[in-house]
């Protein structure tokens, strides 16, 4: 599994023109499930992102977590962060794993992210999405599990 983590605030993804989901701040992470990709790596992904001390704490230290800040998260599929492009120049998207078990680690993600009292959105999985974000930081972390 690899997801982009980013400190962000007011967020918002639409499909065709219409508005899906937004936040007003937390976290937008774009989040790529790997052929072969667990249930155990997604409850281990959801927990390093739930406690990721990324915000500042009042001495301006990134010390707190989303739930420590009481933000959101926006969680959005995306199979081309498993895109290798190592030859050539067009990625080679073999890694990611097939959409059906896909879009069920992604889903199972996101619950394992509420149970620890975050709310979560989602995009819409397949989708073509456009998404509005207001980067804050800029603060962005790669996770790969």
């Known amino acids: ?27 937008a992470v774009f989040f790529g499930v790997k052929t072969g990709d667990t249930e155990a790596q997604a ?4 927990k390093k992102i739930a406690n990721l001390r990324i915000f500042a704490d009042g001495n301006g230290k990134m010390n ?7 933000g959101q998260i926006l969680l959005v599929s995306q199979f081309t962060l498993l895109g290798d ?9 073999s890694n990611a ?8 680690l992604y889903e199972y993600t ?10 979560v959105k989602l995009g819409v999985f397949g ?6 974000q207001f980067n804050d930081g800029p603060v962005s972390v790669v996770l790969d599990m």
């Open 85 to 93: 492009c190592t030859r050539g120049n067009r990625p080679d998207f």
């Open 1 to 27: 599994m690899k997801a982009v983590v980013q400190r962000v605030g007011k967020t918002a993804l639409s499909v065709d023109g219409k508005l899906v989901s937004e936040i007003d701040f937390g976290l």
């Open 64 to 70: 707190l977590s989303v739930k420590d800040v009481g």
């Open 110 to 119: 996101a619950e394992k992210l509420r149970g620890y009292g975050i709310t």
């Open 43 to 46: 409850e281990a992904i959801a």
């Open 127 to 132: 989708a073509h999405m456009h998404i509005q």
């Open 97 to 104: 794993e097939k959409p059906e078990r896909a879009k069920f």
